[in-house]
């Protein structure tokens, strides 16, 4: 009976000593994640009851096999077990109100970390003990929202020519664009454009329309076969202060015409008034020398002709934007013409009044040959100052990358936002009618910038590439402290681009990495050639050289990438305001490792949010490319800045306790502690491993590298090459 009782008691002991021990390892309580779901509708924000069960996950930017410009994307579920987050049901407060593209926010805590619109709604309902009296059974609503440039991308949509989209905002009296060929049976009808139908006595076959070198139209109509094209003016009220501008682009052929001059390329006719019963008109027409000329007459037959004697000879082919301005001044009317924005004439009509104009006659004798220009994009205002003018004539040529993109998401209706000085990007070449995000993504890479999704607004966002290079990092991790696993590097050929093409719409170069362990030899000796081609618009083709090396040398990055770069903020609380701050672009790096200190770009991440989860996964490349010197006059405006070398090599035997490298430096010029003290420490390489160099003494070729082992460790032998690890390319 005793040894039963010791036995129990025993137990107990066992029992308590258990339980004890269990609770001396319960770790404390992980925090519920502070996510908000909101829809914007009925003019404001509104919570909407988010299934943080389900979790949250987020996507913006880009990664190497998705492309440059991805949209943001988000998943998430709604609770609906009381049914009223169905947009379908005409009970639910959505009813009528959201629905496919209405706005959608999700915060975390104080920050948000998207902003898009949602793309899909998908109510789902348990089918097992479904009582919706009773709210019994389960019910959700699944929902995708995605950034605008998600939207932007659904259908095919080609951007009309840039001087139509000017003047679609532009509000004129009455406009004729011409781009299109009107005789055709399928021809459409530009918005706001008033048909014309070709009429005159030498109608001789369908109007031609010329697309090559027309500037910023994509097309004029060639009237050179004897067509004539009569445009009437719309009812209005004439403002005799402010009268009209009259604009239009036209092209006369090379080579020019014999005899006097030609007839009228353009006509402007005014309401009939006066004894005499003439009309006041405006003529445009050139002589056999190929000046342009404007004719203007009075209601009596008065007239008077001036000539553009500055313009030159205007029978080269190419296309020029003419504006023609006639207003009310005092007592008598002003003709002035502007080609290519520049005044080339004044004629002053003595003693006249500018009356209402009634229609614009093109070619209006149906003269035939090559004194008849082709013309299009026939606009008239009813203010002497207004129209786009001709930078929107000429596709907004030289237009900076940055203020193109800004320019673009104005005339779509989008918030643009600007990272880095619009001032530091490139010029363009002419924009050319074509889907608005290809639009975009001749801007990234001519520039090399970065097109995304904003995050905490709705819009998009442009990084200039300018903005891209040495930057400082906005998140320093180590590992593992701050990365959860798995964390791979990876090595291989993703990214690698060692022969490539910059095209732009006029010509190309190429640029191949010749020699070295990436260049285009067949391997060992290199990686094998592969090629691509960049198509780009700068606004000089002498700058293609330049950007086909640019992209050579970020496609010939040796480092190893890091696609996935995994931190666990319910793990690491203390770093998840520097984490929230990280956005794409923006440069982060990574201590800890066995080669030491990576610097990486983020051009993406994913974020998953649940219950009692949050996750952030960066997508990333080495920064190598973006580390650039520039070098000035005497020095490099980066004292950290280095040339790599190219002929140091060990001079003996490097153990691994050794902490002075003897090298010999062939033509390579070192700095040492005497010269350039503020150099160091700095990091070489031998044999792929990474050494901090505190210091160095000596006399070139011979000096000696002080040493400290930043991990990894092995011998060297005489003979092996010393790189500088921390190099930049030069700009």
């Known amino acids: 009976m005793a040894r039963n009782s010791a036995m129990l008691w025993l137990k107990s002991c066992f029992v308590l000593s258990v339980v004890a021990a269990s609770f001396s390892f319960v770790q404390a309580p992980v925090p519920k994640q502070d996510a908000v779901v909101e829809l914007y509708y009925a003019g404001t924000w509104n919570e909407v009851p988010v299934y943080i069960r389900d979790g949250i996950r987020i996507t913006r930017g880009s990664s190497p096999e998705s492309g440059s ?69 389960d019910a959700w609503v699944h929902i995708e929202a995605a950034g605008q440039l998600w939207r932007l991308g659904q259908g095919e949509k080609v951007l009309q020519s840039a001087l139509t989209r000017a003047l679609s905002s532009a509000s004129p009296l009455a406009w004729w664009p011409l781009e299109l060929d009107l005789t055709s049976p399928t021809a459409g009808v530009l918005p706001g454009e008033i048909v014309a139908s070709p009429v005159g006595p030498a109608v001789r076959q369908p109007l031609q329309l010329l697309t090559d070198g027309v500037g910023g139209t994509s097309g004029i109509v060639d009237l050179s076969n004897g067509t004539r094209i009569d445009l009437p003016i719309p009812a209005h009220t004439l403002v005799t202060t402010t009268g009209y501008q009259v604009e239009f682009m036209s092209r006369w052929q090379a080579g020019g015409f014999t005899g006097g001059f030609s007839v009228s390329a353009l006509r402007m006719q005014f309401a009939a008034t006066g004894s005499t019963g003439d009309t006041e008109r405006v003529e445009i027409e050139t002589d056999t020398a190929g000046e342009v000329f404007t004719f203007t007459t009075n209601q009596l037959g008065a007239f008077q002709r001036d000539d553009a004697v500055d313009e030159g000879d205007v029978y080269d082919g190419a296309t020029r934007h003419i504006r023609v301005r006639v207003y009310q001044s005092g007592t008598n009317v002003v003709t002035e013409m502007y080609i290519n924005g520049v005044a080339r004439t004044v004629t002053l009509l003595a003693s006249s009044t500018l009356t209402r104009m009634t229609s614009i006659s093109l070619n209006q004798v149906g003269e035939v040959g090559t004194k008849i220009p082709a013309i299009g994009q026939v606009n008239v205002y009813m203010d002497a100052t207004a129209g786009p003018g001709t930078d929107a004539s000429a596709g907004w040529v030289g237009e900076l990358a940055a203020d193109r993109f800004e320019r673009l998401c104005t005339e779509e209706g989008i918030t643009a936002t600007i990272v880095g000085s619009a001032a530091d990007s490139k010029p363009m070449g002419p924009q050319t009618p074509a889907a608005v995000l290809d639009q975009f993504a001749e801007i990234a890479s001519t520039d090399d910038g970065l097109i995304f999704d904003t995050r905490a607004t709705l819009g998009l966002t442009y990084r200039t590439g300018l903005d891209r290079l040495n930057q400082t990092s906005v998140l320093d991790l180590t590992f593992p402290t701050h990365v959860a696993p798995p964390l791979d590097p990876d090595i291989d050929d993703l990214d690698t681009r060692n022969d490539v093409t910059a095209k732009s719409p006029t010509g190309s170069a190429r640029s191949v990495e010749e020699t070295g362990s990436m260049s285009v030899l067949a391997p ?88 009692h989860t949050r996750t952030v996964t960066f997508v990333t490349v080495p920064e190598g490319a973006y580390r650039i010197g520039i070098w000035t006059s005497d020095s490099p405006t980066n004292g950290q800045a280095r040339w790599g070398a190219a002929t140091t090599f060990l001079a003996e035997d490097l153990t691994t306790s050794e902490t002075a490298a003897d090298v010999t430096t062939g033509t390579d010029t070192w700095v040492t502690t005497a010269t350039k003290p503020g150099a160091f420490p700095l990091n070489v390489t031998i044999n792929n491993l990474t050494y901090s160099c505190t210091g160095i003494t000596g006399t070139h070729p011979n000096l000696t590298l002080t040493l400290v082992r930043l991990g990894t460790d092995k011998t060297h032998s005489t003979g092996d090459q010393v790189w500088i690890t921390d190099t930049f390319r030069w700009g």
Do not use: C
């Not at 982060?588 to 998953?608: K, Q």
């Open 69 to 137: 410009i991805t949209p943001a994307t988000a998943s998430l579920t709604l609770d609906n077990r009381t049914d009223e987050w169905d947009p379908s049901n005409p009970l639910s407060p959505l009813s009528g109100k959201a629905g496919r593209n209405t706005p959608l926010r999700i915060s975390e805590g104080s920050s948000v970390r998207f902003v898009g619109e949602v793309v899909s709604y998908k109510p789902r309902r348990s089918t097992e003990n479904v009582d919706l009296a009773k709210q019994r059974g």
């Open 524 to 611: 060992p000796d290199g990686v094998g050639r592969t090629s691509t081609t960049v198509d780009v618009n700068p606004l000089d083709d002498a700058s293609l050289p330049d950007i086909a090396r640019w992209n050579r040398a970020k496609g010939t990055i040796a480092d190893p990438r890091y696609p996935r770069v995994v931190v666990d903020l319910v793990a690491t609380p203390s770093i998840e305001a520097d984490v929230e701050g990280v956005d794409i672009g923006d440069l982060m790096t990574l201590a800890g490792l066995p080669r030491g200190t990576a610097r990486l770009h983020v051009p993406g991440y994913t974020e998953s949010i649940g219950s």
